[in-house]
């Protein structure tokens, strides 16, 4: 990867929408040759997607928790069947393995205190091989969908 492909990348994380004419302009290339460069990125798996950027308070999830799991056992079937679980539970936007304690960190949201509460007595306390849930509030979000350092 050259400098022209990460100036292609910084402009496209600015702007996955913009046309490749735009982009070929921006980035000071003719257009074939930023076409294939942009192709060659995604089927080295640099770019993996593109998708718009969705308000959670705009959509009605003001609701925002850190949600720390302690499995019971670590062995390999007990994290697959765990991890398993874990698409179906739309309101976890986010799920990270962690070295350590706990053993992982998701990212929830929800409408409310209440909705929260359903959710986490309904289906994250029931999740396979749980041992152990704490969850902490987001008071605010300060950094977010950051643009990678290119």
Do not use: W
């Not at 997607?49 to 003001?62: C, E, K, P």
């Not at 739309?90 to 799920?95: E, F, K, M, R, T």
Request: net charge neutral.
């Amino acid at each position: 990867m050259d400098r022209m492909d990460r100036k292609i990348l910084a402009e496209l994380q600015k702007d996955g929408r913009q046309s490749l004419t735009d982009l070929a302009e921006r980035v000071g290339l003719s257009l074939s040759p930023c076409h294939r460069r942009v192709r060659a990125l995604e089927d080295k798996g640099v770019i993996v997607g593109y998708r718009a950027h969705l308000s959670a308070a705009a959509l009605g999830f003001n609701f925002s928790s850190l949600v720390f799991v302690t499995l019971r056992e670590g062995h390999q079937q007990a994290v697959a069947d765990f991890e398993a679980a874990l698409p179906g539970i739309p309101y976890v936007i986010q799920a990270q393995r962690l070295f350590g304690d706990p053993d992982y960190l998701l990212m929830v949201v929800t409408k409310d205190l209440p909705a929260f509460q359903q959710l986490y007595d309904e289906q994250l306390s029931k999740l396979p091989n749980v041992q152990r849930l704490s969850s902490t509030l987001v008071m605010k979000n300060v950094i977010t969908d950051r643009h990678l350092p290119l």
